[in-house]
């Protein structure tokens, strides 16, 4: 699954020096893998932020080789010193990355939420415009800034009208980021990214959304809990389509635009659940339980994401259908067994 | 100019007890008078934030009785102690007018703009919510956040892209109220304002929109300087009309919902400094001078709002047509002289 792909008009990302913000969670260390595979040398910068996605275990190399990271444990909106700034200077490209991720915890602590996906970005970006105004910088925002809409699938021209803190400050960050591309010329671009599964996601953690939590049970043949009737539907993307979704993203059109990034194939939850069982063996039971209030009050009933502009624009399409990719994600998880114990 | 209305939907504010956030301001304190004077009971939290529009003489009243309004000299955000909570507690309607209103200082100062129009609110936010939950709250945002837009006029469902870290933040505190509304029910309300002009504006600060600049060198007889071409448009509103739509907003049909609120007729803004002009007396010079470039990296070209939702849910229309409302605002800065000398 892991395939490295090259894109025409992308900067080249051999030799190119390159920061992955949370570079050690989820996505970021995906990327960091891909970034590594061609040639790049790359810096993450990691706050390491309790129950969020970063381990360090997650940037390992097959071959043993990790001299070609270099990690910083920071918030990006770190004031104390220059170590930030000192990261990124003299970088190629940027890939924004950090930020939380759970719905419910941005419910339960507001103002944590705030400050790690929208003034730990103000922070940055200020970093960003004085030590490295020309870098290229892509940043990942969310499909839940949109919240529940009135049509599916969702264009980028629908008003964003979030259900959740986390959406208020994702939306913020993703903002912040084109208006520094437009008032200061930073290259920047965002992308609105759907729902992602694959490997080096966290999976002992339940605010990090239901693909995780599904997963994690189908392996451990626990129950699946299906919050209500099961009817709603997602599409769901490979942590490699996102990893070349961000690459793409480091090409010129991408400069100071905002693109959804999910798959063409929606599901519902059942279905999901049912796809997932399956491409864990089979030994686990779907439930379908009443909604707990804390996630009901936030939900957003079905989405489905419209990423036509994105692939007219920058050639970028999902390549990993669903099956596939659960069947991979299971088969990584079963020779990388910590991501079950580990808290 | 100062007519009080009766809102026959409204809730009744003669004994109502009324929260004022800025209440020492500009919107807040014009505001405090009309509910004064509509026999509520007014109470005003303002963290009187040097060089916005705050001042204790704003809510000086002509019959010298003060004795009505509590004034609680605080951060809405301020989290040491309960003296917020304290304040709300028992409040049947909240006007939350407290905010950053400068767009260049949200520029040259990111992270105090999100702080003060932004996680300000998320704290007070949770403050009401653990208080006094079943209070009406009116909050108001701003035209700023749509940036600049593809057609004109403009109305709720145009997607919100601000040009500026102030259209960011007020929008995110904005849709905060948002999602207090539908995940807590809250009865909660935003109003996106035109540019506000009218009595007991400051005069004084540079920062604060170009309507009290243009007034200020028009009663002084000095030169006013429009960037560019003056040929971009807005539509203005009297304080008046402001004061009307908050109270509008405080009637059933508005909970939940965000509201534009402008005025039906746009003008250039070489016609409104015309028109200040003549107001003042006709004593003063208009010149057209290069634009800095603090000012135009943000710049949104024109601007018209479309306020028929307003109109169509709460019966809200604007009542002050921009001569006779600058006429008065003159008369009015003519006998409170210290607007202009105040610092």
């Avoid at 990691?46 to 071959?63: A, E, T, Y």
């Avoid at 290229?136 to 699938?153: D, E, F, K, M, N």
């Avoid at 991408?254 to 659940?273: K, W």
């Amino acid at each position: 699954m892991t395939q490295v792909r090259q894109w025409g008009d992308g900067p080249g990302l051999a030799g190119a020096i390159c920061v992955v913000t949370g570079g050690l969670g989820f996505i970021g260390s995906n990327l960091v893998h891909h970034l590594l595979d061609a040639g790049a040398a790359v810096r993450v910068i990691d706050g390491l932020v309790p129950s969020h996605g970063g381990d360090r275990r997650n940037v390992d190399r097959p071959d043993d080789n990790r001299v070609d990271v270099e990690v910083l444990i920071a918030r990006i909106g770190e004031t104390s010193g220059d170590r930030v700034g000192e990261l990124i200077d003299g970088a190629d490209v940027i890939f924004n990355v950090a930020g939380q991720v759970s719905h419910t915890a941005s419910m339960s602590d507001p103002l944590n939420d705030l400050h790690l996906n929208a003034l730990d970005h103000a922070q940055f970006l200020e970093t960003v415009r004085r030590v490295n105004p020309a870098v290229r910088i892509v940043h990942t925002s969310t499909r839940q800034v949109y919240g529940r809409v009135a049509s599916l699938p969702v264009d980028e021209t629908t008003a964003a009208n979030p259900v959740d803190v986390n959406g208020v400050a994702k939306l913020a960050g993703e903002q912040l980021h084109m208006v520094y591309a437009q008032a200061y010329g930073l290259a920047a671009t965002s992308l609105r990214l759907s729902n992602v599964y694959g490997p080096r996601q966290r999976l002992t953690s339940d605010g990090l959304g239901f693909l995780p939590v599904f997963i994690r049970h189908a392996l451990l043949g626990e129950k699946i809990e299906i919050f209500g009737d099961g009817a709603q539907r997602r599409d769901c993307l490979h942590v490699d389509d996102v990893v070349a979704a961000l690459v793409a993203a480091t090409s010129d059109p991408a400069v100071g635009r905002v693109y959804n990034v999910g798959h063409r194939c929606d599901h519902s939850l059942a279905e999901i659940a049912g796809h997932i069982v399956d491409a864990a063996g089979g030994a686990t039971d779907v439930r379908f339980v009443p909604w707990p209030g804390d996630h009901q009050r936030i939900d957003i009933g079905s989405f489905a994401t419209d990423s036509t502009l994105i692939g007219a624009e920058l050639g970028w399409k999902p390549e990993v259908e669903l099956e596939d990719g659960l069947t991979a994600t299971m088969a990584f998880y079963r020779e990388h067994p910590w991501y079950l114990s580990s808290t």
